[in-house]
């Protein structure tokens, strides 16, 4: 073999490899997983065996949506779902007080708004647990104890549940979406604004009428981005739940979302649901998503501007 030859064998070599070895990983990691899933949600499952799995058709899917419990996980991650547009319009008030020339410290308060969503979601969802806590470690009910009010218990009445975790969703995400809009502002041909200043337009008309439309696909990929996470909540829910020791989603069932329910049913619950009927709520799930994604796409026609 000449060294020409070695040379073409090495780069190709190479090449199989680099470009082998991402294919391999979403082979192994994605698209086995996805298989597997699809299949599993056709079964009855009560074990961590694939072998021990029963054919049972759409029986899953039928137990699922007959399930009182499903429709409550619905209701409550649409209602999480608020913290989106709530994030959106305070990152963008924020990212707008930001970048305002002459205000000192921007750095400074960028990394307080920012620093909640590096944190672990169950640090922060612990932090909040102590803020709302009935105890004399409760910062709220100390402030209202103080004031001559009584004493609330938060983290145990069902109807406040939701909006402690709205609250929470939206302090540890506001700081992503005023970040990613502070860079859409950034990129804005300032010659632009300064000739709607020169033609007249006040503060309001070009913040509306330019400024908005130049940072609607920034907003757009915020909005399908928020909403597929807020889909998926999950993690904070699990840690609220905790709180009322002796029940599997809170009180009242107060803390149970979709994939909440999802994680239950297949490794709490396995016995009774197991794999199978979680494999099945997985793809309801991703039904939902591909549904609200692709409504998204045909609604931004009508708003978002790529000109």
Known sequence: MTAKQKNVVKHTLICWTMGGLPVLGFVLFMFLPIVISLWLGFTELHVFELDKAKWVGFENYKKVLSDPMFYKAIVNTLYSLISVPISMLLGLLLAVLLSKERLKGKGLFKAMFFLPFVCSSVVVTTTFMWLFDVSEFGIINSILHSLGFK????LTTPSLIMPIATVMIVWNGMGQYMLIFQAALTNINKEVIEAASIDG??????FFKIILPLISPTAFYLLITGLISG????VMFQVLASAASGTLYGPSDACITLVFYLYQSAFTNVYVNGPGFAAAIAWIVTIIIMVATWLNFKLSKK?????
């Open 151 to 154: 004493t609330v218990s938060f």
């Open 201 to 206: 337009a006040g503060a309001c008309s070009r």
């Open 231 to 234: 889909l998926q909540n999950f």
């Open 303 to 307: 708003w978002v501007n790529y000109d």
